[in-house]
């Protein structure tokens, strides 16, 4: 198993562009998440799925939108990027709803917006 | 979701035990205790999880108080590789989320 990929891995981005961030997960995992950190700062959510088809707000979901057509991936879109935005991205996935499973991490995408 | 407090950073020696501490006064009786951690460059990664018992497993072990208001994850024998942001987090029951805070970063000393 590949666990959880993301594509791109760095990008760098000028105000105002658009991009989408692929996260994709071979583990048949209901639940997956978007997260960004900051330089020298904890992971902050900014948006989840409970499954297929589902999206929901996490703690920082301006300027975001997702989408989960597949199960096996949970895409991260920003239609107008801001220097604000610059950060480092993950994505995770977990099994199920169950309360102590754990989450999966992706190896991050390094996003800069200039 | 209940918040923790953990220290900014610690520092070990390489191949002694280290106890990195968490406290989370507000936990309810449903809260999982999860620990990950961030090795540099990396994506978060699982460490160990408890409920009210301690627990063991090959990475760490999991000290949680009597009243819950505090935990400790212990690494028995540290070495470089443990050089990482530890983060601890309380999961509730119906919160598809996890909190992270800002962790306590480790450094090893060889």
């Known amino acids: 198993n590949a666990g959880v990929t993301q594509t791109p891995k760095f990008r760098v981005l000028k105000t105002g562009q658009s991009m989408t961030l692929l996260c994709a997960q071979d583990m048949n995992h209901e639940y997956m998440y978007w997260y960004r950190q900051d330089p020298g700062m904890g992971l902050r959510l900014i948006h989840y799925s409970v499954g297929e088809g589902t999206t929901a707000k996490g703690e920082v979901p301006d300027g975001y939108n997702v989408s989960r057509l597949k199960k096996q991936n949970f895409l991260l879109g920003l239609e107008s990027a801001a220097p604000s935005q610059t950060s480092v991205y993950f994505c995770?996935?977990?099994?199920?709803?169950?309360?102590?499973?754990?989450?999966?991490f992706g190896p991050g995408t390094r996003l800069t917006v200039t | 979701d209940a918040k923790t407090t953990q220290p900014n950073s610690m520092e070990s020696n390489e191949e002694e035990p280290v106890h990195l501490p968490c406290n989370h006064s507000t936990i309810s009786g449903t809260d999982y205790i999860h620990w990950y951690r961030q090795l540099p460059s990396q994506g978060p990664e699982y460490v160990i999880h408890g409920l009210t018992s301690n627990v063991n497993n090959r990475m760490a072990s999991l000290a949680i108080a009597e009243d819950r208001k505090s935990s400790t994850l212990i690494l028995h024998r540290a070495t470089l590789r443990d050089a990482a942001v530890y983060y601890c987090?309380?999961?509730?029951?119906?919160?598809?989320?996890?909190?992270f805070g800002s962790g306590t970063k480790l450094n090893v000393k060889p």
């Open positions: 995770a996935s977990k099994p199920d709803s169950v309360e102590s499973r754990e989450q999966y």
């Open positions: 987090i309380l999961k509730g029951i119906g919160f598809n989320k996890f909190y």
